[in-house]
Nanobody, 122 residues
Framework: QVQLVESGGGLVQAGGSLRLSCAASGRTFRSYFMGWFRQAPGKEREFVARITWSTGGTYYADSVKGRFTISRDNAKNTVYLQMNDLKPEDTAVYYC???????????????WGQGTQVTVSS
């Protein structure tokens, strides 16, 4: 059973940085895709970034490209999302997801963490 636990959210001023962590357990994740999504109040959950665990290949939403970086630590079974130059529109609950078959459509994925709140003040 896949377990994902996010941490690292908080309150930050615009232009600041945060690093989110997603600790994964219950499987060997070498064959998995790991991703970050976010959901702002009143909006649908949206794709943010994805990493292929085996190769380290990454893919980003246009809205975060150049500001966010996804990475993984094999030894710690942890995926990170480094967020720089944060903007008020980045405010959302951020979720970690894991799947052996990737989709950027949230309803197609079945392994989720509980989420961590990120609030960016202007």
């Amino acid at each position: 059973q896949v377990q994902l636990v996010e941490s690292g959210g908080g309150l930050v001023q615009a232009g600041g940085s945060l690093r989110l962590s997603c600790a994964a357990s219950g499987r060997t994740f070498r064959s998995y895709f790991m991703g970050w999504f976010r959901q702002a109040p009143g909006k649908e959950r949206e794709f943010v970034a994805r990493i292929t665990w085996s190769t380290g290949g990454t893919y980003y939403a246009d809205s975060v490209k150049g500001r966010f970086t996804i990475s993984r630590d094999n030894a710690k079974n942890t995926v990170y999302l480094q967020m720089n130059d944060l903007k008020p529109e980045d405010t959302a609950v951020y979720y970690c997801a894991a799947s052996t078959v990737w989709s950027s459509i949230p309803t197609a994925l079945h392994n989720w963490g509980q989420g961590t709140q990120v609030t960016v003040s202007s």
